[in-house]
C-alpha cells in the first residue's frame, strides 16, 4: 500500500536476548481506508451467495439500540453501511462520543474481554451490520481467506486507534487543566481586583460620608470643647480666692460640701430656676441679682446650710466663698461630662472608621448603631429619633462596613423627611439563627416603581450635588449586607414612610 511501511521489528526477551525478527507493517490513513472499503466490498460481494454470512447479516433502523451501555456482549459487529452514535452517559444525558461507519467494529471491547458494554451504539441512520460470535467468526476466517487478513488488520488498527485516541485524550485533558488553572488564576485575580475595587468604593463612600459630616462633627466637638475652657477659665480665678478665703469659715468642712453638692447637682429647667430666684430675692432683698442666680442653683439642703451666711450682710465673702465652691462643683462636672462627651466622639468616630480590610470579629452591632448616631447627631437635632435595641445575638462581621450600612440608611432617611420628622430604629431575632434590624422615618416613602432597583448601583435619586455620599450608598449598603450572608430590603412603614429591614446570620460558637 501507497502509505504503508514494511519495517523488521526485533523481538527480545526480559533480559535482552534475541529471539528472532518478524514484519511490522504500519498503516497510514489511506491504507485503513482501503483496508475498510475492500473488506465492506468483499463481505456485500460474498454475501448473496454466503448463506453463513447471510446468517449474520442484520439491519437496523435509525434510533434503534444496537448495543446498550454496561449490558453482557458476546458478538462482534461490523458495519456495512450507515452510520452509528456512540453514547456515554453522564448524569442520565447521553454524551455523543464518537460516530463510526462502514468497515468499523462496534462491541470489540467487550466481545474479546468479556467485560460490559462500555458504550451505547445507537443508529444514526439505518444501518447494517455483520453480527457475529466467536465460533462463527472462526468460520468465516477460515472458509474466507480473502477475507481473514484484513479482518485482522482491521482489528489491530481499531485498537490501536483506540489507543491513540485516548493517549489524544489525555492529552487534551491535561491541555485543559492548564488552560482551566490558568484562568482559575485569571479569576482570582479578577476577584482579587473587583474585591479592592469594592474595598475602595467603600472606603470613598465612608470617607465622602465623613467629610460632609464634618461640619457636625466639629459642632458636636465643639460644644463640650467650649463647656471645658468656660470651666477651666472660671477654676483658674476663684480657685485662689477660695484656697485665701476658706480659713474665715468658722466650719472649713462647709466648702468641702459645697464644692460635693456642685458635684453632684441636678439640672433644672429654666422655669424651675426663674421660680426659685423669685423666691430667694423675695427672701433676701439686699442681695445683688447674680448671687440670687447662684444660690438658685442650689438644692433646698444646701440653701438651708447657706441661710446664715445669706442673712449676714456683714459677712458677703463668707457667702461668696460658698457660692464659688458650689459654682467651682458644677464646673468639676462640667469639665468631666465634656471631656467625656469629647472622649466618646473620638471612640465612635475611631469605631465608626475602622479598616473593613481587617479581619472580622464577634461585635455586638448595637453598639455600632448607637455610635453611627452619635457620629451623625448634629445631623439629627431636628429629628425625634426613638431607639429601642433588646439584647440579641452577637454577629461576626466587619464593624466599619455595618456601620457605614446605617449611615447610608439614616441619612438617607434624613434626606427623605428634609431633616425633620420621627426616625425609628429597632433591632431583633428572627428564625433561623438570624438577627434583624430596622430604620423606619415618616417621610414619603419609597415608591413602587423604585423599590425594585432602588439598591442598584446604577441607580440615584442623589445629583452632582448631594448632600451625603457618592450616590452610591445602597449599592454599597447591599453589597456589605450580602458580604455578610445577610439580607436587606425595604418596604411601606405602616403610618407612612419607608422601613428598611436587615437581617445578619447570628454568630455560632
Same mark, same amino acid.
Given at each position: ?40 466490498? %468483499? $463481505?456485500? =460481494? #460474498?454475501?448473496?451467495?454466503?448463506? @453463513? /454470512? ?8 435509525? &434510533? +434503534? ?124 485575580? %479578577? $476577584?482579587? =481586583? #473587583?474585591?479592592?475595587?469594592?474595598? @475602595? /468604593? ?8 465623613? &467629610? +460632609? ?135 465612635? /468616630? ?160
Amino acid at each position: 500500500m501507497a502509505n504503508d511501511e514494511r519495517r523488521m521489528q526485533i523481538l527480545r526477551n526480559s533480559r535482552d536476548q534475541v529471539l528472532g525478527q518478524m514484519d511490522r507493517i504500519e498503516y497510514g490513513a489511506a491504507g485503513r481506508r482501503m483496508d475498510k472499503d475492500a473488506f465492506v466490498k %468483499t $463481505i456485500k =460481494e #460474498l454475501l448473496p451467495g454466503s448463506e @453463513l /454470512l447471510s446468517r449474520h447479516h442484520q439491519t437496523y433502523e435509525k &434510533g +434503534e439500540i444496537i448495543l446498550r451501555e454496561n449490558q453482557d456482549n458476546r458478538r462482534l459487529f461490523v458495519i456495512l453501511s450507515g452510520s452509528v452514535n456512540q453514547l456515554k452517559k453522564l448524569d442520565d444525558i447521553d454524551i455523543a462520543i464518537d460516530l463510526q461507519g462502514p468497515g468499523d467494529f462496534m462491541g470489540l471491547l467487550s466481545f474479546t474481554t468479556g467485560q460490559p458494554v462500555f458504550t451505547t451504539a445507537r443508529a444514526n441512520t439505518q444501518v447494517e451490520v455483520l453480527r457475529v460470535g466467536q465460533s462463527s467468526l472462526d468460520k468465516i476466517q477460515d472458509g474466507y481467506p480473502e477475507i481473514s487478513k484484513i479482518i485482522q488488520r482491521l482489528i489491530f488498527y481499531n485498537l490501536s486507534e483506540r489507543y491513540r485516541r485516548v493517549v489524544t485524550l489525555h492529552m487534551e485533558v491535561a491541555q485543559l487543566s492548564r488552560e482551566l488553572e490558568k484562568e482559575r488564576n485569571n479569576l482570582r485575580n %479578577t $476577584i482579587t =481586583e #473587583l474585591e479592592q475595587t469594592r474595598n @475602595l /468604593l467603600i472606603n470613598q463612600e465612608k470617607m465622602a460620608t465623613l &467629610g +460632609e459630616l464634618t461640619a457636625g462633627l466639629a459642632h458636636e466637638i465643639n460644644n463640650p470643647a467650649s463647656a471645658l475652657l468656660r470651666s477651666v477659665d472660671y477654676l483658674t480665678r476663684v480657685l485662689p480666692e477660695m484656697a485665701e478665703q476658706a480659713g474665715a469659715l468658722p466650719d472649713t468642712g462647709l466648702v468641702r460640701a459645697f464644692l460635693e453638692a456642685g458635684l453632684a447637682r441636678e439640672m433644672q429647667s429654666t422655669g424651675d430656676q426663674r421660680n426659685k430666684m423669685r423666691e430667694i430675692q423675695k427672701k433676701y432683698p439686699h442681695l445683688s441679682r447674680s448671687v440670687v442666680r447662684d444660690m438658685a442653683e442650689l438644692s433646698n439642703e444646701m440653701l438651708e446650710k447657706i441661710e446664715p451666711y445669706a442673712n449676714n450682710s456683714e459677712k458677703p465673702l463668707s457667702l461668696r466663698l460658698l457660692l464659688d465652691s458650689h459654682q467651682a462643683g458644677v464646673f468639676l462636672g462640667s469639665i468631666k461630662l465634656s471631656t467625656g462627651r469629647i472622649g466618646h466622639l473620638v471612640k465612635s /468616630l475611631k469605631s465608626y472608621s475602622r479598616d473593613s480590610r481587617a479581619e472580622p470579629e464577634v461585635a455586638d452591632i448595637r453598639l455600632g448603631i448607637q455610635e453611627t448616631l452619635m457620629i451623625i447627631g448634629n445631623r439629627l437635632r431636628d429629628v425625634d429619633v426613638t431607639v429601642n435595641l433588646p439584647e440579641i445575638p452577637m454577629v461576626r462581621c466587619y464593624v466599619g462596613e455595618l456601620n457605614q450600612v446605617w449611615t447610608n440608611i439614616i441619612i438617607n432617611a434624613c434626606d427623605a423627611m428634609e431633616d425633620t420628622g420621627k426616625l425609628y430604629i429597632n433591632c431583633g431575632t428572627a428564625a433561623g439563627d438570624m438577627v434583624w434590624v430596622t430604620i423606619a422615618d415618616d417621610g414619603p416613602g419609597v415608591p413602587d416603581n423604585l423599590k425594585a432597583k432602588i439598591f442598584d448601583s446604577s441607580f440615584t435619586t442623589k445629583t452632582a450635588g448631594g448632600e451625603f455620599g457618592l450616590g452610591i450608598g445602597l449599592a454599597i449598603t447591599r453589597s456589605i449586607i450580602q458580604k455578610h450572608s445577610g439580607t436587606i430590603s425595604v418596604r411601606d412603614r405602616m403610618g407612612g414612610g419607608a422601613e428598611f429591614i436587615i437581617h445578619l446570620p447570628a454568630y455560632k460558637k
